[in-house]
């Protein structure tokens, strides 16, 4: 019925079907290097504006600004299965 060339072929269809499989449910929400590179847009931001908050110390506005996207990277790590990461800095 089968020939040895087509069982080979199911053979190693399942075993690579299975493994990919029992890989993927290790990440919460998806992808591992897709979850890292739209958490390091937080990253990216939270640099750039804690750049602006240590340039106007006085301005609240920016401090709080860089904070809250600090928490926002934390945030994006932690749902997507990573620990945090992150210690947020203080901008005084």
Not at 36 to 63: D, E, I, Q
Not at 65 to 86: F, T
């Amino acid at each position: 019925m089968f020939n040895s060339i087509s069982l080979t072929v199911l053979a190693a269809f399942a075993a690579t079907s299975f493994s990919q499989s029992a890989n993927a449910g290790f990440y919460r929400y998806g992808d591992e290097p897709y979850a890292l590179s739209y958490c390091n847009y937080y990253k990216t931001r939270a640099m750039f504006a804690g750049r602006k908050a240590r340039a106007k110390p006085g301005v609240a506005k920016h401090r709080r600004k860089a904070i809250g996207l600090w928490k926002q990277y934390n945030y994006c790590l932690k749902d997507n299965g990573w620990p945090v990461q992150y210690r947020i800095p203080s901008y005084k």
